[in-house]
């Protein structure tokens, strides 16, 4: 006597017959076929798996499962094509929204456009929440493996010490602080069609003359800084060290003692929150040259000194 085998879904050529005989973990192994396909994104990605929560509550996907080995073929036909639509409606609305899953605030933070002025004037960024990259300074990019060179400045929010993730997000649950204020670059975002920064090429961006141009006393500063310690003209003497040592070495020393007093000038007399130099200045000069190898020490004289980065 031999037993009848059960039909357990391995007919993989035709999923409509493994459909209408296989048992409900064959329909659902499907089931998660098609959605990987439909999807485009990694299954282990956030943005999957809340997507694929949002599909089976709206179309009831638990039921269908528990029902699926007692109902014959019409009805699972009838309920396939249900599920079905019900996924690509929720596809297709998903390609214009935020699913909130968080992935793009881990890959770093919103660099601000002249729309976010708004978030300034309305309290809702701070200067001690973002930070100047300069022009010429050399930036990575979730979308090259190459760092690029910036052809001019921007202003980030900033990040969490020792990751990448934005300062305003929050983790369990994953939410934005200021989600319903996010920035403009937050709102463009296109992940579900396939280009994380949308179109880059005809942007612009926010930059000091926005914040600052209507305080003549800071921004005539900012530009005396950006004349005499310029990201270009700071690597360029660094090229030269070797073959121009001491003419290269006095411009060299020029720059991190005006860096660094001025920075200072902003702290004591002006009393301007340490956290908000970044934005005014950028990055010191003396933690710069440390990507160059070399180490500028201060000494209790108040004069820079140079030693080999160890």
């Not at 929440?129 to 921007?154: A, F, H, I, M, N």
């Not at 500028?296 to 000194?305: H, Q, R």
Request: aromatic share 8%; with cysteine.
């Amino acid at each position: 006597m031999t037993t009848q085998k059960k039909f357990l879904g391995k007919i993989r050529d035709n999923p409509l017959i493994a459909l209408e005989r296989g048992r409900r973990e064959v329909m659902a192994a499907i089931w998660r076929e098609y959605l990987a396909e439909a999807l485009q994104v990694n299954p282990k990605a956030g943005s999957f798996q809340l997507l694929i929560e949002r599909i089976e509550t709206t179309a009831d996907f638990p039921t269908l499962y528990e029902d699926w080995n007692e109902l014959d073929t019409p009805q699972r036909a009838a309920r396939w094509r249900k599920l079905i639509n019900v996924a690509k409606e929720q596809i297709e609305l998903a390609k214009d929204q935020c699913l909130r899953c968080g992935e793009c605030c881990e890959l770093g933070s919103p660099t601000l456009m002249p729309a976010d002025m708004r978030l300034f004037q309305e309290n809702i960024l701070d200067w001690t929440d973002v930070y100047v990259l300069r022009k010429g300074e050399k930036v990575s990019s979730p979308r090259s493996e190459e760092p690029q060179t910036l052809t001019e400045e921007r202003i980030k929010i900033k990040e969490h010490s020792g990751t990448k993730n934005c300062l305003f997000y929050a983790t369990n649950p994953n939410r934005c602080l200021i989600y319903n204020h996010r920035p403009q670059q937050c709102r463009d975002q296109l992940c579900w069609a396939g280009d994380e920064e949308g179109d880059t090429a005809s942007r612009s961006y926010l930059n000091r003359k926005h914040l600052f141009g209507g305080h003549p006393e800071i921004w005539e500063l900012i530009q005396a800084h950006e004349q005499r310690c310029a990201s270009d003209k700071f690597k360029d003497i660094l090229r030269r060290l070797d073959k121009e040592q001491e003419s290269a070495q006095e411009s060299l020393f020029d720059m991190l003692h005006f860096d660094h007093y001025l920075r200072q000038m902003f702290l004591q007399e002006w009393e301007i929150p340490p956290a908000a130099i970044e934005l005014l200045l950028g990055r010191p000069l003396s933690e710069l040259i440390l990507n160059f190898g070399l180490k500028a020490v201060m000494t209790p004289e108040g004069v820079f000194n140079l030693e080999p980065r160890r």
